[in-house]
């Protein structure tokens, strides 16, 4: 260990030395005058002044000294040193950092066995003074244990994994590695990595980067070529019948082996099973089943798809839900004596969504009830009167409670029009508007920050502007109605309002071609998808989530129970989630995001009400099953290869340098005790000089 200096240059400064030796040596003493009555009987002799050069105060003169030597010792910035350099590497150490798989096909056969062996004996092989460090991964990366001695530590650690349910990344596994290292001044370095090494692990585009200074070692385990079939996904689809009540499946799945496989597929819903068929897979096809009219029983099914147990069990379930909540139901009324085919575009579109599925109901007036308007989660008003009495109060209801109101005005809107500041339905009704010949006008872009254009990522796709109008209703807006889009000669074309929870939206042409061509535009599907959508506050849900994903289950349970989606207690209260474990989670609902690891089941409570279930199906990702393997050889070339140059020095390395700095500030700490010294000093001295000199007769 040596001295050294990071700005040697200052070190000229302690030529300064010589000011304080100048100071004390030409300093005069001061002399006391003596007060004479008279000088008048004195004679005046000539005083030759006599000029001693000497030191009177030479402890105050070294004090100074050193206090300048420090001053300039501490510019020219001392640190220690370990041999030659600012840091030095430890050449009788070696750090490695053993990197295990521990994707889910990892549990297949004896794949994690062989892993586990082979990390066992990289730990054994080390030297008394080697450190090994453990990172297991798979589409994240855990550090299991950091660089250690230990190796009864290690191999507990070791010895305590096992395979999870996620997917392979072997670049996250090798950064992970390699930023621990970077802590090292080992003067060998290297990543030992363990996996079954699958073509889908790596990462598309750039390789993973390690630094020059490390080695990486691959140590692949042997991987069974064992017979196995993978469901890739279950979709559910509209039934083939399109009856309201019932839903299809569309389920893939695909011979991993290299041999024909003989399968059984199964369908269970809510416990009870559906359907059993027998499959005959040639080697790495991939075949469709349908299960076609599967009812919805309850407002919910949990079902599972399922087949015969193989290699990998895993793979051979997916979960999904179907909530009928999903399906947003539609009412259509009409006049007592409609235009022929009045809602038949209207009617059509709607068929023509599949998320969400509409179910739809074409009625009249007279044929309703009050209480049976809360079935619907919309109701269109298809050019026909508005009700009053029960019915019209009870469609007020059905707005108010968070029902969604469409009204398409022509000549069959008359009268009852509840309007007026507060009243039902936005502005007030007035005469029929015809256009000129060759004139007709254009319906013109609706408000670029309201829903109903805000499809598909926010652009506004809905332009209505191709579509001609030969007639509409003229209809003046209240103080507090939201204009969404007029017509080209100023009319009004789309206006909003709202009643509480419920939205109100009117259109004043038809839906169908009596006064307009909108509905054979290419435009009338998407506009008339997100208009439902809109009213509807429609949320999408998934069937089923992936393991790893993070969910807002009061967001979802909003989704998947509809309009049931209550709050059911205290907005502080705690939701409470059944695990496929059979574990609990507790959540708080103004943080209710829940990450999902087990597939299976997640039951929910204490969101909706007891009578609406929210149930989260969660899978694993079935490309982890595909056990086709890299290149290993040409895969560690590859990472190697564009390796890039190590560090100056390592973030270990960087820390010891600057803890060699400390004598740099050990310096100036002394600097200031010895200033403030320096002043006393100077301060005592010459008080006490004042004081002898006073003391003289």
């Not at 030597?69 to 910035?77: K, T």
């Amino acid at each position: 260990m040596g001295l050294s200096w990071i700005n040697p240059l200052y070190l000229t400064g302690a030529l300064l030395l010589a000011i304080p030796l100048l100071i004390h040596l030409v300093q005069r003493q001061r002399s006391n005058g003596i007060r004479f009555p008279s000088l008048m009987f004195l004679q005046q002799i000539p005083l030759r002044e006599k000029r001693r050069l000497e030191i009177r105060n030479w402890l105050l003169l070294l004090l100074r000294c050193l206090l300048l030597m420090l001053i300039v010792l501490a510019f020219a910035r001392p640190f220690l040193t370990k041999g030659t350099g600012l840091v030095s590497l430890d050449p009788g150490r070696s750090d490695s950092i053993i990197v295990i798989d521990r994707s889910y096909s990892m549990g297949i056969a004896d794949h994690w066995q062989q892993a586990q062996e082979i990390a066992l004996e990289l730990v054994a092989g080390k030297n008394a003074q080697d450190r090994i460090g453990i990172v297991a991964f798979d589409d994240n990366t855990e550090v299991l244990s950091d660089l250690t001695t230990n190796v009864a530590n290690l191999r507990q650690v070791i010895e305590r994994q096992k395979p999870g349910f996620k997917t392979t990344r072997l670049r996250l596994g090798l950064e992970q590695a390699a930023r621990l290292l970077a802590t090292s001044n080992a003067s060998k370095k290297q990543i030992q990595l363990i996996s079954d090494f699958q073509s889908s692990a790596r990462d598309p585009g750039e390789p993973a980067i390690i630094t020059r200074d490390i080695d990486l070692k691959t140590y692949a385990v042997n991987v069974t070529d064992a017979a196995n079939s993978t469901i890739l996904s279950a979709e559910i689809v509209s039934s083939r019948r399109n009856a309201a009540d019932e839903y299809s499946l569309q389920v893939e799945i695909r011979n991993q082996a290299a041999t024909i496989e003989d399968q059984s597929i199964r369908l269970v819903a809510n416990g009870r099973q559906l359907a059993q068929r027998k499959l005959r897979m040639e080697p790495g096809a991939t075949v469709v089943e349908t299960f076609d009219n599967l009812n919805v029983s309850g407002d919910l099914v949990r079902a599972v798809v399922s087949l015969d147990d193989d290699a990998v069990a895993l793979d051979n379930q997916v979960f999904f839900v179907y909530s009928s909540k999903q399906r947003v139901p539609i009412l259509i009324v009409e006049g007592p004596q409609p235009r022929v085919n009045q809602s038949i575009y209207l009617e059509n579109a709607l068929k023509l969504s599949r998320d969400p599925l509409f179910s739809i109901k074409r009625l009249a007036w007279w044929e309703l009830e009050a209480q049976d308007l809360a079935a619907w989660s919309v109701i269109i008003i298809n050019d026909t009167s508005i009700p009053g009495g029960a019915l019209g109060a009870a469609l007020q209801d059905f707005v108010t409670a968070g029902g969604g109101l469409l009204v398409a005005t022509g000549d069959g809107v008359q009268g009852n029009w509840p309007a007026g500041e507060g009243g039902l339905l936005p502005g007030t009704l007035l005469r029929r508007v015809d256009s000129k010949p060759g004139a007709a006008p254009s319906i013109g872009e609706i408000a670029s920050d309201h829903p109903l254009v805000k499809d598909n990522g926010g652009s506004n796709e809905v332009d209505l502007s191709g579509a001609r109008v030969f007639s509409y209703r003229n209809l003046s807006p209240n103080a507090n109605d939201r204009l969404l889009a007029r017509y080209s000669d100023g009319g009004v074309a789309i206006l909003e309002t709202t009643q509480h929870q419920g939205r109100v939206l009117v259109l004043t042409t038809t839906l169908d071609t009596h006064w307009n061509d909108l509905a054979v535009q290419p435009v009338f599907l998407p506009f008339l998808h997100q208009t439902l959508n809109y009213l509807a506050a429609f949320e999408s849900y998934p069937e089923g989530f992936e393991i790893g994903s993070v969910v807002d289950v009061m967001r979802y349970a909003r989704a998947l129970a509809g309009g049931d989606a209550v709050v059911a207690a205290a907005a502080d209260s705690t939701l409470i989630i059944e695990t496929p474990g059979a574990g609990e989670i507790r959540l708080s609902r103004r943080s209710p995001l829940l990450t999902l690891t087990q597939p299976g089941f997640y039951q929910v409570h204490r969101a909706t009400p007891a009578s609406a279930e929210v149930v989260l199906a969660v899978n694993i990702n079935p490309t982890e099953a595909n056990l086709e393997t890299l290149d290993v050889e040409r895969f560690a070339e590859e990472i190697k290869a564009s390796a890039e140059p190590p560090p100056s020095a390592t973030l270990r390395q960087s820390v010891e340098y600057e803890q060699q700095q400390q004598l740099w500030y050990t310096v100036l700490s002394l600097v200031l005790v010895l200033m403030l010294v320096e002043a006393f000093s100077a301060n005592w001295m010459v008080r006490n000089s004042s004081v002898s000199n006073r003391a003289k007769p």
